[in-house]
């Protein structure tokens, strides 16, 4: 298991190899606890290019992650699924509630266009 991230503006971008299984949940949770809690991030994109396998508990890893964002008013975001992937999502209805884009740059550049609270002082 691989997981490495990036700053783009507001967005962490989340890079992961490997497979979202219960054998690497402890070590997604633990990786991705201080980007929840972050102030600065206020979307976490995860790019599941190079994950081969979602299971049942890596499943519900994403939907503990998205609970937690939503709880702090932040979003989830997932990218670049394969179709084995997408289907397991689409079957316990999670792509009802979280994100799924085509690709990261297509994710990037949504988040880019959408319109953002301006604060004046």
């Not at 939503?70 to 670049?80: D, G, H, P, V």
Request: charged share 25%.
């Amino acid at each position: 298991m691989q997981l490495r991230h990036r700053l783009e503006k507001k967005v962490c971008v989340v890079s992961v190899i490997g497979n979202f299984a219960l054998s690497n949940n402890d070590e997604i949770s633990g990786y991705l606890a201080p980007l929840i809690e972050d102030p600065n991030i206020e979307v976490l994109l995860m790019n599941l290019e190079h994950v081969k396998v979602i299971d049942s508990k890596g499943a519900g890893l994403l939907a503990s992650t998205f609970k937690k964002l939503a709880s702090r008013q932040k979003e989830l975001l997932l990218s670049n699924l394969n179709a084995n992937c997408h289907s397991v999502l689409k079957t316990l209805s999670l792509d009802q509630i979280i994100e799924i884009h085509e690709t990261e740059e297509i994710a990037l550049s949504e988040k880019d266009n959408s319109p953002q609270e301006k604060f004046m002082a």
